[in-house]
């Protein structure tokens, strides 16, 4: 079993930046796939990023260009950086862990899930 918390959410103003983070409580981390999800208000819950346990990352396509995926194994994390922070970027942010394997895209393939932090962004 894997427990994922993540932190870093909050209000921040457009065109602001964030750094979300997620701690794994799992001492096998590093061979994890872990991911990024947001969920509107009203709307399903979409793929931002993954990587691989060897950093090999995935973006989705709406989300190139201002968001970066990153992980340290040696402290169990995996991190979000958000940049030029627009409204609609307002979301409840999941990160997710997938056994090894393949970059899964879809929220049904992860196997473990983090409790979300939100992000709010003023205009």
């Known amino acids: 079993q894997v427990q994922l918390v993540e932190s870093g959410g909050g209000l921040v103003q457009a065109g602001g930046s964030l750094r979300l983070s997620c701690a794994a409580s799992q001492r096998t981390f590093s061979t994890y796939v872990m991911g990024w999800f947001r969920q509107a208000p009203g709307k399903g819950r979409d793929l931002v990023a993954a990587?691989?346990?060897?950093?090999?990352?995935y973006y989705a396509d709406s989300f190139k260009g201002r968001f970066t995926i990153s992980r340290d194994n040696a402290k169990n994390t995996v991190y979000l950086q958000i940049s030029s922070l627009k409204p609609e970027d307002t979301a409840v942010y999941y990160c997710a862990a997938k056994e090894p394997g393949y970059i899964p895209i879809t929220p049904l393939e992860y196997d473990y899930w983090g409790q979300g932090t939100q992000v709010t962004v003023s205009s």
């Open positions: 990587i691989s346990s060897t950093g090999r990352t």
